[in-house]
T-cell receptor, first 111, second 113 residues
Framework: AQSVSQHNHHVILSEAASLELGCNYS??????LFWYVQYPGQHLQLLLK??????LVKGIKGFEAEFIKSKFSFNLRKPSVQWSDTAEYFC?????????FGAGTQVVVTP | DAGVIQSPRHEVTEMGQEVTLRCKPI?????LFWYRQTMMRGLELLIY????????DSGMPEDRFSAKMPNASFSTLKIQPSEPRDSAVYFC???????????FGEGSRLTVL
């Protein structure tokens, strides 16, 4: 079965700093990849997804992710974060119809 | 659309009691998922249904947990008897296809004393 690993459990950064969250998946075949965000006290929402095509995916709120097949990676990036980006971010991949989530990365943006 | 609707939002119960969590998926979605979120284990998939049929329940912790989907617009997750270690936020999610975007409900926060 596929698995997803996220490199960082906690990230603290200042407003306007750039953000990059690492995500690696285990399966070498065709994969569908997702990034979800969970704001404090809320449910998960989709940020972006990759099924095929352009490996650079644009999502909501200025986020993007790059699928690099050779590295089995799907890292999430944002050039300049805001305080409102404080949230937990989950990378996920589907495996036989099941969405497998990574452990999540808690991001705290300080004013 | 109102989105995925879960009830109750919060439940506090005593060990040994039966707990039933409810979920109404988005109309037209044919896949439904139950997840559990805890600090220790993160997000765990418990079970998912496709066209009301349970496809994979390998994530259900033990026999105390059961889930049903009697029709396309309703699902339940039952814990009987409940234990303190079952305390978690339980999320229901639905999607149009099995590999499509998941839409999550607000979650049911369960505390078992």
């Amino acid at each position: 079965a596929q698995s997803v690993s996220q490199h960082n459990h906690h990230v603290i950064l200042s407003e306007a700093a750039s953000l990059e969250l690492g995500c690696n998946y285990s399966y070498g075949g065709t994969v569908n990849l997702f990034w979800y965000v969970q704001y404090p006290g809320q449910h998960l929402q989709l940020l972006l997804k990759y099924f095929s095509g352009d490996p650079l995916v644009k999502g909501i709120k200025g986020f993007e992710a790059e699928f690099i097949k050779s590295k089995f990676s799907f890292n999430l990036r944002k050039p300049s974060v805001q305080w409102s980006d404080t949230a937990e971010y989950f990378c996920a991949t589907d495996s036989w119809g099941k969405l497998q989530f990574g452990a999540g990365t808690q991001v705290v943006v300080t004013p | 659309d109102a989105g995925v609707i879960q009830s109750p939002r919060h439940e506090v119960t005593e060990m040994g009691q039966e707990v039933t969590l409810r979920c109404k998926p988005i109309s037209g979605h044919n896949s439904l998922f139950w997840y559990r979120q805890t600090m220790m284990r993160g997000l765990e998939l418990l079970i998912y249904f496709n066209n009301n049929v349970p496809i994979d329940d390998s994530g259900m912790p033990e026999d105390r947990f059961s889930a049903k989907m009697p029709n396309a617009s309703f699902s339940t997750l039952k814990i009987q008897p409940s234990e303190p270690r079952d305390s978690a936020v339980y999320f229901c999610a639905s999607s149009y296809t099995v590999t499509g975007e998941l839409f999550f409900g607000e979650g049911s926060r369960l505390t078992v004393l």
